[in-house]
């Protein structure tokens, strides 16, 4: 945990702030700090900060807390993602955090079956907790929105371009020929939507239709992947290209 994530209804006018769940366990028996010992902090979609320990009593950690004005920049990718299997998504939801994506829309493609959608891993209670694991780990304070759509036909028609109107579309399948190294550079403040298939691939009309919709095919290699490998790896390449 490299950053304490704090909720603004948790911090009072004085900037104080009173811990005693996981946090205030973290703090006492990993970070070991003395009083008056500064410790990294952040309001959740707010700004970084300090946060002065004043008390350390049994289970409860006490801080007095003072943040920037100025708010980190937005991960600059959104990724729509065909719904994993519930067991990959769920050790998905920090790393996605962790290399920072603003939005995530999961979708249902030809090759994911129905009852991945019926499963505990897009309750809101459970992934929220998931992606703060993520952000504490890389010092961010961007919480990712998440939009679940279990039918691909209507989201991608009548939705999907308004939703991303300008931004940067990619496309990644095992059939794409060229890398995201061969595309033209990025424009400074454009956003870029990336898309990943299942881990059978997109059909040929879901790759249609999203070419249709400006989407530019790429691809990583002859190798196939898993949906979190090939999602790690395609975020971390972007990261590198738009400066994140």
């Known amino acids: 945990m490299n950053l304490i994530i704090l909720q603004a209804s948790e911090v009072d006018e004085h900037g104080r702030v009173m811990l005693t769940d996981e946090r205030a366990r973290h703090i006492r028996k990993v970070l070991k700090p003395e009083v008056g ?18 008390a350390l009593e049994n289970q409860r950690v006490e801080l007095n807390c003072s943040f920037e004005n100025t708010l980190p920049p937005k991960p600059k990718t959104d990724l729509l993602l065909a719904m994993p299997r519930p067991k990959v998504l769920k050790r998905m939801w920090a790393q996605l955090a962790a290399l920072g994506v603003g939005r995530i829309v999961l ?29 504490q780990q890389a010092r961010c304070t961007h919480l990712p929105k998440v939009q679940v759509e279990p039918l691909f036909k209507p989201y991608v028609e009548d939705r999907l371009a308004p939703e991303f109107s300008n931004h940067w579309k990619l496309l990644a399948d095992p059939s794409g020929e060229k890398r995201i190294g061969d595309c033209p550079p990025l424009e400074q403040d454009r956003r870029i939507l990336l898309a990943i298939g299942p881990e059978g691939g997109w059909t040929p009309y879901e790759l249609d239709l999203l ?20 999602t790690m790896g395609l975020l971390s390449v972007l990261n590198e290209l738009s400066g994140s």
Do not use: C, W
């Not at 500064?38 to 979609?45: A, E, T």
């Not at 979708?107 to 952000?135: C, N, Q, W």
């Not at 070419?211 to 090939?230: H, P, S």
């Open 37 to 54: 010992k500064q410790l990294r902090v952040g309001l959740l979609n707010g700004p970084l900060g300090t946060g002065t320990v004043q």
């Open 107 to 135: 979708l249902r493609a030809e090759k994911v079956e129905r009852y991945y959608f019926d499963s505990h891993v897009i309750d809101p209670a459970f992934y929220t907790k998931h992606l703060i694991e993520g952000l």
């Open 211 to 230: 070419k249709e919709r400006n989407f530019e095919l790429i691809g990583m290699g002859d190798r196939i992947l898993r949906t979190d490998t090939a």
